[in-house]
């Protein structure tokens, strides 16, 4: 079977996005039959969205800067908790 890249349109922001051949690849490959509907950003966005609301966040304290931070873990009384910029800091290869 042969594919072509595709225009098609966002249901949620109506611009014209590409479904590429590598794409279309993956779709047959994994037997999905229905085109994406959402373009890559939407796709992402409404990913994120999903995610974050079934997320519990925390508010703590930083235990290095002592600014607020919201974790999406329930922090223990044994373990200092950081702030994303101090937790970047001290963790540069966890941050990437």
């Not at 590429?20 to 950003?41: D, H, I, W």
């Not at 873990?73 to 990437?96: E, I, Q, T, W």
Request: net charge positive.
């Amino acid at each position: 079977m042969s594919f072509a890249d595709k225009m098609l349109p966002c249901r949620e922001c109506g611009v014209d996005f590409v479904f590429s051949v590598g794409e279309q690849e993956f779709y047959a490959q994994k037997g999905l039959m229905n085109e994406p509907q959402r373009c890559p950003t939407c796709r992402a966005q409404r990913r994120r969205q999903r995610s974050s609301e079934s997320r519990e966040m925390h508010e703590v304290v930083c235990a290095e800067c002592g600014g607020p931070a919201l974790v999406p873990f329930l922090p223990r009384n044994d373990k200092p908790v950081y702030c994303s910029s101090c937790f970047a800091d001290r963790n540069p290869v966890a941050s990437r």
